[in-house]
C-alpha cells in the first residue's frame, strides 16, 4: 500500500467538472484507492461521493492507493487534487 497527502488548491475546490476528472482516472486504474478527508472517505468510484466529501481550497486529503504501480499512480493522482482546474466561464 502506497500513502500519500494532497491539498486541495483550485479555488473552487473539488466540484462536478474536477472530480469527473478524478474518478475517470480512478477507475481506469486496476487496484483499490481510498480517499479520506476530514468529512468522510470514499473510493473513487463514485463522483457524487467525491462531491459529498466537501473538499474546499485548502482541505487536505490522504490518499491510498494498493495495486499495480501502486506509488506511480498515487503520486499522479495527488497532482490531480492539487491541480488548478481551469475550465471556461459559461
Not at 20 to 26: E, S, V, Y
Not at 32 to 46: D, F, H, N, P, R
Request: hydrophobic share 40%; glycine share 8%; charged share 20%.
Amino acid at each position: 500500500m502506497f500513502e500519500t497527502k494532497a491539498t486541495i488548491r483550485n479555488e473552487a475546490g473539488i466540484h462536478c467538472r474536477p472530480s469527473a476528472i478524478l474518478i475517470k482516472a480512478g477507475m481506469a486504474y486496476a487496484g483499490e484507492i481510498l480517499v479520506t478527508a476530514e468529512s468522510g472517505t470514499c473510493t473513487l468510484t463514485s463522483a457524487l461521493e467525491c462531491i459529498m466529501l466537501g473538499l474546499e481550497k485548502g482541505a487536505k486529503v490522504t490518499l491510498q492507493v494498493t495495486g499495480p504501480d501502486e506509488e506511480a499512480f498515487g503520486k499522479k493522482l495527488a497532482e490531480l487534487f492539487e491541480t488548478h482546474f481551469d475550465f471556461p466561464p459559461q
